[in-house]
């Protein structure tokens, strides 16, 4: 019997939490999971509007992103594509049917949004995570790192009129991997479990001091969820905006209709996009360790 097999690029900077991700999807760093099949292209260096990408989460993931474990550098290349030529592409070759998974910044996605029109009904679905409805912010008070990071991109993916749906870390910071069931980790067979728990022990010691909590986000393997299993998620629909500027530069607002306002806004004829507000937790929390401890 053949299986419609979802299509997904996913569009990650490095990190501890996305190597997670990757572990769940059967990929690992693809050398290391042997799936020198996938192919890589590689992403924007700079921000949409030409700025600096700001390194803000060696705190976070290790100086290499990835648990500084002086892992070898990778012997296979990328292709040749740009991460945004790529999407376009694929978008173009299979129409309604790719869904992006955005990890990191937004450029990306809004160089592809930029370089063709046809991409936003090309596109099945983009699903982001990234902001912070109704909550602060893990950067500052105000703004998500993966937003803040470029926060004119997001503003073109939030409002770019495609099939949008925003997993922040309102909803994240309910899927904690406990320091308990890291130690159940390293004694399971899993195949990857050894090399998880190494990397995770910078991403650990980050949330004790940060957050005082006994236990780490699973910010990007929930996102991923939203990919796959999207019922174990309630949303919201509504207009978002990114702030651009200022102190606030980062943060999302989530327009929800409820109030027709007297005055135009700059939520005004945007379309609507979805985001998530609640999670089913031990429901995200159990698909993902039964797959790391078994697989
Ligand atoms: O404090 C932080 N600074 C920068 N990045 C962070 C921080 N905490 C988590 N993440 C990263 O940003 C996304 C969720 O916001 C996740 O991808 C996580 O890896």
Redesign the pocket.
């Known amino acids: 019997m053949a299986t419609d097999l979802k299509k997904i690029i996913i569009d990650t ?1 490095p ?4 190597i997670f991700t990757l572990c769940f999807c059967g990929f690992l760093l693809l050398e290391i999971a042997g799936r020198t099949d996938v192919p890589v292209a590689e992403g924007s260096h700079v921000t949409i509007t030409q700025g600096t990408k700001l390194r ?2 060696d ?3 290790g100086a290499d992103g990835l648990g500084n474990q002086n892992f070898h550098p990778p012997k296979g290349k990328p292709i040749k594509q740009s991460a945004a030529d790529f999407i376009v592409e694929q978008a173009n070759l299979y129409p309604g049917k790719i869904t992006v998974v955005a ?2 910044p937004l450029t990306n996605i809004a160089l592809a949004i930029q370089q063709d029109p046809a991409f936003v009904k090309n596109i099945g679905q983009i699903v982001i ?2 902001g912070a409805f109704a909550v602060n912010g ?2 500052n008070p105000a703004a ?3 937003i ?1 990071g470029d926060p004119d991109a997001a503003d073109i993916v939030f409002t770019c009129g495609a099939d949008v749906v925003a997993v922040g ?1 309102n909803v ?1 910071h309910q899927v904690v991997m406990t320091d308990a069931d890291r130690d159940k980790l390293v004694c399971s067979n899993g195949k990857h479990a050894q090399y998880l728990c190494k990397i995770l022990e910078v991403y650990f010691s ?1 949330h004790h001091d ?1 957050y005082n909590t006994k236990g780490v ?1 699973l ?2 393997p929930t996102a991923l969820l939203v990919a796959v299993n999207p019922s174990l998620f309630t949303y919201m629909e509504g207009v978002v905006r990114v702030q651009t500027s200022g102190i606030t530069r980062g943060l999302t607002l989530l327009y929800n209709k409820q109030k027709r306002f007297a005055e135009i806004t700059e939520w005004s004829d945007k379309p609507s996009v979805k985001v998530a507000v609640t999670v089913d937790a031990p429901a995200v929390y159990k698909l993902f360790m039964d797959r790391l401890m078994d697989s």
């Open positions: 900077d990190g501890v939490d996305k803000i989460a705190f976070v993931h990890l990191g995570l990234g893990n950067v998500e790192a993966n803040f870390i994240t980050y940060a986000y910010h990007d």
